[in-house]
């Protein structure tokens, strides 16, 4: 009796995980962080370090996370210099410039910013904004149909003619099933 529910309940919870968490893009900027385990810095250091929240895990791509942060203005009303300019994408090339930077000093590389800097840097492969783009649909009003097939005007042909005319025209179906219930197709 407790295999089926436990069962039940770890599918449920699979489920639940699967579940992509729903996005606001009016509130928040989203970015996609490719991480190197094996670097030394976790997932949750070098989201601290960019200043961002880690969401999840980018579908079922490996070491693929979806971050995001907070938008500076949540209506988009900023001025162009500071819409052009990405500050977490700032922030990754001003860790990178640390590090590269106290590379040649005699002191620096010992201190401890550094070393966190260059942990951070080597365990970020890939950093790159998601923005939302808008999907269009094919309109297929253009493509010529064939008529349909002629044969003898029974009960079951006229109706599916008459069917098949409605779903090229696009008549709703409950227009179509009240011609269907009133008309007799034997005077026709």
């Given amino acids: 009796m407790f295999l089926p529910f436990t ?6 919870e699979s489920a639940i995980a699967l579940t992509p ?5 009016l509130t928040h900027d989203y970015y996609v962080l490719e991480h190197r ?19 999840e895990q980018a579908g079922e791509l490996q070491n693929h996370w979806v971050v995001r942060t907070e938008k500076i203005s949540p209506l988009g009303l900023l001025p162009r210099e500071a819409a052009e300019t990405d500050h977490i994408l700032a922030r990754l090339e001003g860790l990178q410039t640390q590090v590269t930077t106290h590379r040649n000093s005699f ?3 010992r201190s401890t910013e550094t070393r966190q800097a260059r942990r951070i840097i080597s365990a ?3 950093l790159s904004r998601q923005t939302p783009r808008k ?10 149909r064939a008529p349909p097939p002629a044969g003898t005007k029974g009960d079951a042909e006229t109706s599916s003619e008459l069917l098949h005319y409605a ?5 709703p179906c409950s227009v179509i099933s009240g011609i269907l219930s009133t008309t007799n197709f034997r005077n026709i």
């Fill in 107 to 109: 002191f620096s590389p």
């Fill in 7 to 12: 069962l039940a309940f770890a599918l449920f």
């Fill in 37 to 55: 385990p094996g670097a030394g810095a976790s997932v949750k250091e070098c989201a601290k370090a960019l200043g961002v929240e880690l969401v």
């Fill in 167 to 171: 779903w090229v025209s696009r008549i």
């Fill in 21 to 25: 968490t729903k996005r606001y893009y």
């Fill in 124 to 126: 970020i492969k890939y």
């Fill in 135 to 144: 999907r269009t649909k094919r309109d297929d009003s253009f493509i010529k």
